[in-house]
Nanobody, 123 residues
Framework: QVQLVQSGGGLVQAGGSLELSCAVS????????VSWFRQVPEKEREFVAG????????RYADSVKGRFTISRDIAKSTVFLQMNGLQPDDTAVYYC????????????????WGQGTAVTVSS
């Protein structure tokens, strides 16, 4: 049984910061890759960032490089997405997702998903 529970998000002004959390519950968390995606209405889910649990290998979408940081706390089995320099284009529902393979940028490849959390950036 794999469960991803998200927290964080909300409303922030342009230039501000938010942190999202994704608590992972699974028998073998060590084998996981956890990624963050985001989605706006009528568009596909977009890869934002991913992290490999054991190696701490990280990948980012070009649109968020230098502004967002993905990290994990092994003791808490939690993955974080620190978002700085937020812009209105970052407004979306953000999802964490987990898979046993390497970091995948294609959302449908992930079998496990969090419940989603809304991030709204006002101009």
């Amino acid at each position: 049984q794999v469960q991803l529970v998200q927290s964080g998000g909300g409303l922030v002004q342009a230039g501000g910061s938010l942190e999202l959390s994704c608590a992972v519950s699974a028998r073998t968390v060590d084998a996981f890759t956890v990624s963050w995606f985001r989605q706006v209405p009528e568009k596909e889910r977009e890869f934002v960032a991913g992290i490999a649990w054991v190696t701490d290998n990280r990948r980012y979408a070009d649109s968020v490089k230098g502004r967002f940081t993905i990290s994990r706390d092994i003791a808490k089995s939690t993955v974080f997405l620190q978002m700085n320099g937020l812009q209105p284009d970052d407004t979306a529902v953000y999802y964490c997702a987990a898979d046993y393979r390497g970091i995948q940028r294609h959302g449908p490849l992930y079998p496990y998903w969090g419940q989603g959390t809304a991030v709204t950036v006002s101009s």
